[in-house]
């Protein structure tokens, strides 16, 4: 065990129940929801719909989300799938005819189904309580009333000030009050996402007689009702996009129709006396797992967790993971994926065995089951770039440096990442979340909704023969990635982060962290991260960067040191810049009560852990 060490806040404990996510406001409603009798089931839905009011440029209405939950009346970890599909209109040939050789990042093509509503609903249908009325008051109330802008929101909507000046009229209206970026320090009103949900309330009491018919409503009014054929029209539109054109949507009312959120059985890999579970293989939640795998193969034990061994190790475990994910994940729906072989103990101590002393230079996917792994074509980046109209940003949210608010001079621009609830309740049902998609930056506002549709079909590639190629009605590979943990075959733990193709680095460290090293849940989110590059990214323009570990500043020099002897690239970022881990569980205190904790990340200075 570690000894005691500072850490940026407690670790949060009790035994009513514990929230935490990335934004002190859908900590709290989601805290206030069990406060009034609610459940993890109710609460984690509140928080999710409120996190789209709070955190606009991370997610919004127009989204996806993946879940993960544990219900102790049927006692297992379960999966909602709330990532939408591809339209019937998105093929690869279409994209070619366009003369582009990746599906664009930003703008109207690459939609996918918006899916966050579907899977908060289903889960709030079938496991929670509470009215739909009564989970969406305070998201509504927000979005009506104002709710405080924390400083991404504003650099956000300074970075494509102009794009919805000169082009995105419809989101002009929503983030550009006034027709001014909105000042930090005054609140934020988005009353059309306030109308739309208020509408779609009223219209689900009136159709249904009962708690679960008012949902099966507005499920139904979604996506096939009001909101659907606004979608629709708004996406037959040209607007313009990263391709320097203006371009109209493919999603249409039929793909919203012909979807919904499906419930499946995680992924699940052992690790000593845990049990870790992820989404399936249309997320990237496997590559988690299969570090994991690795790590029982790898000399971790005894090691401090920023000795320069640990960070090596873990490291080149991502690169083998990463190869895998880009050469074999995809819809498993559409797609023969190997994850049996990919997650199994022996692929998993031959993939171990690569790993040396040195850092590996190389993009090596494995061979699982004998299968030969085909990659794409990574020079469609370059070729992408070369063409592209990158001043209104790339496939991630953008965001601006702000300078002093008198001066609005122009600075860097950097990405940035999406958000995550979990959710423990006394009787121990958990949640797991990770919304994204729908941010105010990747395409423009739906007239008469007030909200963005997801760009999430920027993670397919359009080589044939690939698992993650674009298909029709086929998920594209999200990076959305939630987790849940079993302790002694017990449920423990919830967790997560946002970051992209950062989130199943961050949490392996993390959780390794905790289980190998003993670190209670904030010292173990608290301690110095890193991530690498060694894989073309998800979002567009995908462009690959290998053997590169960007490490915060707070790691030992005598680390740092070792890890550029050991030939990684290492780029040296700030001090609290690497991770937005969020996390609950929950352990029997052998008197017949649970003993809950939490935890959340400080980094950002706006997530928040909370219970009793």
């Not at 103990?345 to 996917?365: G, K, V």
Request: proline share 8%; charged share 20%; glycine share 10%.
């Amino acid at each position: 065990m570690s000894s005691p060490s500072f850490t940026t806040r407690p670790e949060i404990r009790g035994t009513f129940g514990v929230a935490s996510s990335t934004h002190w406001l859908a900590t709290q409603v989601a805290m206030s929801v069990l406060e009034r009798g609610g459940n993890a089931f109710d609460a984690a839905v509140a928080g999710g719909f409120m996190l789209q009011i709070v955190e606009p440029h991370l997610n919004g209405p127009g989204g996806e989300v993946p879940i993960l939950f544990w219900n102790e009346n049927d006692p297992r970890i379960q999966s909602i799938c709330g990532q939408g599909t591809a339209p019937q209109l998105a093929t690869p040939a279409y994209f070619r005819n366009m003369g582009v050789d990746l599906v664009p990042g930003v703008g109207l093509l690459p939609a996918t189904v918006p899916g966050a509503f579907g899977a908060w609903l289903t889960m709030l249908r079938d496991h929670g309580t509470w009215e739909l009325a009564d989970v969406l008051r305070p998201a509504i109330d927000y979005a009506r009333n104002g709710f405080p802008l924390v400083p991404r929101i504003v650099q956000a909507i300074y970075s494509v000030q102009d794009l919805f000046r000169q082009e995105w009229h419809s989101s002009a209206d929503v983030w550009l009050p006034g027709g001014k970026v909105p000042h930090p320090e005054h609140l934020m009103r988005t009353p059309a996402i306030a109308d739309t949900y208020t509408r779609i309330v009223s219209e689900a009491n009136n159709r249904g007689s009962d708690r679960r018919a008012r949902i099966d409503a507005a499920l139904e009014i979604w996506y096939r009702g009001f909101v659907a054929e606004a979608i629709d029209a708004a996406y037959r539109t040209p607007m313009r996009d990263c391709t320097g054109e203006r371009n109209a949507g493919l999603l249409r009312r039929e793909d919203m129709a012909d979807w919904q959120a499906t419930y499946e059985d995680p992924a699940m890999v052992d690790f000593g006396r845990y049990t870790v579970a992820k989404c399936g293989v249309w997320s990237q939640g496997p590559v988690f797992l299969q570090q994991l795998a690795m790590a029982r193969h790898l000399p971790l034990e005894g090691l401090a967790a920023d000795s320069p061994a640990f960070v090596h190790h873990i490291a080149e475990a991502a690169k083998l993971a990463f190869a895998d994910r880009l050469a074999w994940y995809g819809d498993p729906r559409c797609n023969d994926v190997p994850l049996a072989d990919l997650l199994s103990d022996d692929y998993a101590r031959a993939r171990a065995a690569l790993i040396r002393d040195q850092a590996s230079r190389e993009l090596i996917p494995g061979s699982p089951g004998g299968r030969t792994p085909r990659l794409p074509d990574l020079d469609a980046a370059r070729r992408a770039l070369a063409q592209a109209d990158t001043r209104f940003g790339v496939g991630e949210p953008t965001f601006a440096q702000l300078p002093p608010v008198d001066q609005w001079l122009e600075r860097e621009l950097f990405v940035g990442d999406t958000c995550h609830i979990d959710v423990i309740d006394k009787d121990g049902n958990m949640v797991a979340a990770t919304p994204s998609g729908g941010w105010l930056s990747s395409s423009p506002v739906v007239p008469g909704l007030g909200f963005s549709i997801t760009t999430r079909l920027q993670m397919t590639w359009l080589d044939e023969g690939l698992a993650g190629q674009l298909q029709a009605g086929a998920r594209p590979c999200t990076t959305l990635s939630p987790g849940m943990a079993l302790r002694d075959g017990q449920p423990y733990m919830a967790f997560g982060t946002p970051g992209g193709d950062q989130q199943d680095q961050w949490t392996v460290a993390f959780f390794l962290r905790h289980a190998l090293c003993g670190m209670n849940l904030q010292e173990a989110i608290d301690a110095p991260a890193w991530h690498i590059d060694h894989f073309p990214g998800s979002f567009w323009p995908r462009t690959t960067t290998l053997n590169r570990i960007t490490v915060e500043s707070r790691m030992p020099e005598s680390t740092l040191d070792a890890l550029r002897a050991a030939g990684h690239e290492v780029k040296v970022g700030a001090p609290w810049s690497e991770g937005r881990i969020s996390v609950c569980t929950r352990e029997p205190t052998g008197n017949g009560t649970r003993l809950l904790r939490a935890g959340a990340n400080p980094r950002g200075m706006q997530s928040y852990a909370a219970g009793r």
